[in-house]
């Protein structure tokens, strides 16, 4: 029984010194987990863009080629990428990069669409940042999902701004896509996204294409 109060103070001690080590840890690490969260977003970008990145694994390098070939412009709320490859500028962007942000099931969901110069033509989509549930929501990443969205519109032929995520099995029509199987909640919410972003893209279209 003498002893149980040296164990306590033993692990109170050794208690502090992990949280103090963890703490430290942290703080040592967080400027290289920044780095990397950022050169993966880069990544994302760059490859809806078309960019040649898939032999670019240094940080450094990716940085490079984005501040190389892609111009960031404003537009109205929006933020453009624009991708002018090898040519530094010309008169149309081959293709440009429009991010967004949203909740999902369980966390948030960040993604980037790119689209051609005409502001209404999907060209490819990333979904870079989501904590959906792996097999079912967490599918929106996977590469047959996001290849639907590959030349679907974001205006239909009567010049309606919209975007919808339908059922599976679905007839996806030009601005539509088949959701995901047992994850009717992710594909709303991707849907409720996409649809917002559509909406204010169409609105700014006019001043951005001439």
Known sequence: MKDNPRILLFAAV???????????STIFTAPYRQANEKAEELRNFLAVLGAPVQELHDSQKLLELFNRDVRVKTLGRLTLYEYYPDTGGGAKPQAVAVPFTGMGLWGVIKGVLALQSDLRTIKAISFYQQEETPGLGGEIASGWFRRQFENKQLLSADGQAGFRVLKPGGQAGPTEVDGISGATMTSQRVELMLDNLARSIAEEREKYVQ
């Not at 050794?14 to 430290?24: F, K, R, S, T």
């Open 14 to 24: 050794l208690a502090v010194i992990c949280a103090l080590l963890l703490a430290g």
